[in-house]
């Protein structure tokens, strides 16, 4: 009874708390709507299709009265299927590519760590949906496959799409309030570091040891991949090149104006009269 009355006591004095729990409730139950949304329309589409190749199917067998010839309808049963592989071809793709995003960039990877982290729950789920999608993606648009691993395919890519958006809400949320107080502080140098080693108008041997100094703060932080690291060396080397080539190149001699000729007189011109001097004035006496 006592253990009670303290909680209900405890409310009591903290009462205010419920408009932020009102407020993520909110937050959580909008982001559950959406995404239900999302998976009816694509529970509608996957029925329209499926309703259409199941026609085409029917038609071909001579089941149902075909408003078509059979050559028809199965051209339009492998139409539906290739329109709709291309859909979800062209939204794996867009989805692999934000997440590429984040593994090639090291800037992100510092600001975002949670993103490349697979110890992260949210994270974890989204790495077990790419694979699962990218097993039961089709080698092409043209390859032959059964209603049945269409539909496996469309789920995959909803479940992968889903699992994309709740990672990268948490990992921006979380940004680095993972790690200690020490470790920020080396994010923060890393940050710093990396901003010089791309830098053009620092010196090579800056962002030489900028670049060498990126990789020792972040070591035991954040595991860069190999295509990271391969894509930041080239950011780096690009601009050692780009600063030698522009000091290398000569400048521009400025016009000179042309002499001008001195003029010189003809000997066979005749010669001009020679002027006869003024009287000098007298002076009055």
């Given amino acids: 009874m006592d253990s009670l009355q303290q909680i209900l006591g405890w409310f009591g004095d903290h009462w205010w708390i419920i408009f932020p729990v009102m407020g993520v409730g909110g937050a959580m139950a909008g982001r559950w709507q959406a995404l239900s949304r999302q998976r009816h329309k694509q529970k509608l589409e996957t029925l329209r299709l499926k309703s259409e ?22 051209r339009q049963q492998e139409n539906s299927a290739k329109e709709l592989l291309g859909r979800l071809f062209a939204e794996h793709d867009a989805i692999t590519a934000r997440w590429l995003d984040y593994e090639l960039d090291v800037a992100k990877m510092i600001a975002f760590p949670a993103m490349s982290d697979g110890r992260q729950p949210l994270t974890a789920a989204f790495l077990r949906a790419k694979k699962t999608a990218d097993a039961l993606r089709p080698t092409s648009a043209d390859a032959s496959v059964t209603e049945q691993q269409v539909s496996e395919y469309l789920d995959a890519v909803g479940a992968y799409a889903v699992a994309f958006e709740i990672a990268e809400k948490d990992a921006r949320r979380l940004r680095d309030s993972t790690f200690t107080d020490d470790e920020r502080k080396r994010l923060e140098r890393a940050q710093h570091l990396l901003k010089v080693a791309v830098d053009q108008s620092a010196t090579p041997a800056e962002r030489q040891t900028a670049y060498r100094r990126v990789r020792e703060e972040l070591d035991g932080l954040i595991d860069l991949s190999d295509a990271a690291m391969e894509n930041l060396e080239k950011k780096v080397a690009l601009q050692l090149e780009s600063r030698p080539a522009a000091a290398s190149a000569p400048a521009e001699p400025a016009e000179q104006a042309e002499p001008q000729p001195i003029p010189v007189r003809d000997p066979l011109a005749p010669a001009e009269p020679q002027r006869q001097a003024a009287p000098l004035p007298h002076p009055e006496s």
Avoid: F, T
């Fill in 53 to 74: 190749i199941k026609a085409a199917q029917l038609a071909a067998r001579g089941q149902l009265a075909p408003p078509v010839s059979p050559r028809q309808a199965a």
